[in-house]
């Protein structure tokens, strides 16, 4: 039975007769005509080919039961892995849920007001740059005292910055970092993540500055605060509040003093 | 015998004898003084419906029973205080565990968490009752017995550090085995609640809180109409009857939508981080994994779910 099914299958192998030559001394005239050199190797491959084929011949049907079976368990192993992957995704964020953005607030670019007011009695403001693009920079300045006409008034309490080591002196329209690079308001936190890394990945990880919206971004968006939602970048320290709220409970008196 | 009675006065009189006129007095009297005995339950039972009375258990009302419940307390909060409200039930979600922590480095004690709080959850306004108390603790010290909560004045103070404490979501609750009637139990998220119509006030609960989280409703909460939250739950924020303990429930009608709860959103800091346990990606478990943590009384062995961390 098996001889008789491989010879069958044999027939589905004579598509490649024309292609190939059928006897040892047919293949070794072609395999001269093509160059002397190569031509043992050319044989050999003949060879080779012609057991494969005659391999083929006889366990084709035994090749294409292993075949399929492998096939088979290609199949169920892919279809595991990736049930696994669908496991391993935690149990209320499925597949094809599309989160909610988080969406980070941006500073604005600042504005200035001159104390004048326009035609409509609307305060008039204008750009940084409107003063700063003909005033020479003064690269040392690093406390508001120093400061001889405008900004009257500023606290400045932030390390040993001076002014230039944020604000931009190509561009007062920008800030910089601290290699140089224009960076715009709108992007401040790039700036301040240079110095306070660990901030920088408390806040990635939503263990730094206050937020409101969903705790679940499948059901909706999250808002976050940027750094001077709550830090004033002159003075950045968190200012004293006073508390609100005062309870009223009979707990919790204050201690009696011993 | 027959003579005496026959003859006396009374009978001849067609009046009353002393004996009978002192019975009568003795009933009335009697009478009297057992309505001014029983005259609080009377009052305490004046606005208890037959339904309300006859009520069953919350894990033990049907889903039909339930909708007649939540519409019945809807129509009582409109009769009582005259606003509107949405009283539902919301469910636990699958695999959702909550967390919550808590950085004490950041915190101000400003307090706008208890203030959150109190709105969110139809607090009592004269009492300015929250589930939340702000302690102001000295550095160095870690007993929060030793906190105070009525400080007045401008918050941080340098030698002080400020420990917002509420319900730590116990997974071995102290007070839910106390209860004697079953009516608080832990939810399968984790948070622990109280059926406000099965309480009976005992406040066993409130003695066995480590945390001092409990609180109990001494009068009917006043709130002006205009002032109620009226997205409300049926375990968490709906105004609560007399007599009956409350706490804080993670703002389970809003969290167990997927929002964040009142008292994060009110934080002006981020000192607050909630979450679901089981997501590897969530804030809280960045926190557990990656910032010292530790529990308050922990050797009491309650395991809140509850956490405080320092940044440094």
Request: one cysteine or more; aromatic letters at 8%.
């Amino acid at each position: 039975m098996p001889q008789e099914r491989s010879t069958e299958f044999a027939h589905e192998f004579a598509f490649l007769a024309p292609l190939l030559p059928s006897t040892e001394q047919e293949m070794s005239t072609i395999a001269q005509r093509v160059c002397s050199p190569g031509k043992e190797l050319l044989l050999i491959c003949w060879h080779i080919i012609q057991a494969v084929l005659k391999a083929l011949q006889q366990y084709f049907a035994a090749a294409i039961a292993i075949a399929a079976a492998l096939a088979c368990l290609g199949a169920v192993a892919f279809d595991k892995l990736r049930k696994s992957e669908e496991n391993a995704i935690p149990a209320n964020t499925s597949i094809g849920m599309t989160n909610h953005p988080t969406h980070v607030r941006q500073p604005e670019s600042p504005r200035v007001l001159t104390g004048e007011t326009n035609f409509a009695g609307k305060p008039v403001s204008v750009n940084c740059s409107t003063c700063h693009a003909t005033t020479e920079p003064n690269l040392e300045l690093r406390n508001a005292a120093d400061l001889k006409e405008f900004h009257q008034g500023l606290h400045f309490n932030h390390g040993n910055l001076s002014c230039v080591s944020c604000h931009n002196p190509g561009n007062y329209d920008t800030l910089r970092l601290a290699d140089g690079k224009q960076v715009e308001f709108a992007n401040t936190m790039q700036l301040c993540s240079q110095c306070h890394g660990p901030q920088a990945r408390d806040f990635r990880h939503g263990a730094h500055g206050g937020m409101t919206g969903h705790w679940d971004l499948t059901k909706g968006s999250r808002e976050r605060n940027t750094c001077t939602d709550c830090h004033d970048p002159h003075s950045p320290a968190y200012p004293t509040v006073m508390p609100v709220f005062k309870p009223k409970d009979r707990n919790f008196h204050p201690p009696k003093a011993h | 015998m027959t003579d005496q009675t026959l003859n006396s006065p009374t009978e001849k009189n067609g009046g009353i004898s002393r004996r009978t006129a002192l019975k009568g007095i003795g009933a009335t009297l009697g009478a009297t003084a057992f309505a001014t005995a029983i005259a609080p339950l009377t009052e305490w039972a004046r606005d208890l419906s037959v339904d309300e009375f006859l009520q069953k258990h919350y894990r033990e009302l049907s889903p039909v029973d339930l909708q007649l419940v939540l519409g019945r307390l809807e129509k009582e909060t409109k009769a009582q205080y005259g606003a509107d409200v949405t009283i539902s039930d919301h469910k636990p979600q699958p695999g959702v565990q909550f967390g919550y922590a808590l950085n004490l480095s950041i915190c101000i004690g400003c307090r706008k968490c208890a203030e959150a709080c109190h709105n969110e959850n139809n607090h009592d306004r004269a009492t300015n009752n929250s589930y939340i108390r702000v302690l102001e603790m000295s550095k160095g010290s870690m007993d929060m017995e030793k906190g105070t909560v009525n400080y007045d004045h401008p918050v941080p103070q340098k030698d002080k550090y400020y420990m917002p404490v509420q319900c730590q979501q116990c997974d071995n609750p102290p007070c839910v085995s106390v209860c004697p009637v079953e009516a608080t139990w832990k939810e399968s998220d984790g948070i622990v609640v109280v059926d406000y119509n099965w309480c009976i006030g005992c406040r066993y609960c409130e003695a066995a809180c480590p945390y001092h989280a409990r609180r109990f409703n001494w009068t009917k909460p006043q709130i002006p109409k205009e002032e109620i939250n009226p997205n409300q739950s049926y375990l968490s924020n709906r105004i609560r009857p007399q007599g009956v303990m409350e706490k804080c429930t993670f703002c389970l009608h809003r969290t167990r939508n997927g929002k964040l709860p009142a008292c994060l959103e009110a934080c002006p800091t981020g000192a607050r981080v909630f979450g679901n346990l089981l997501d590897p990606e969530s804030e809280i478990r960045w926190v557990l994994q990656n910032k010292r943590v530790f529990v308050l009384k922990e050797e009491l062995g309650t395991k809140p779910r509850f956490y405080y961390f320092f940044d440094k």
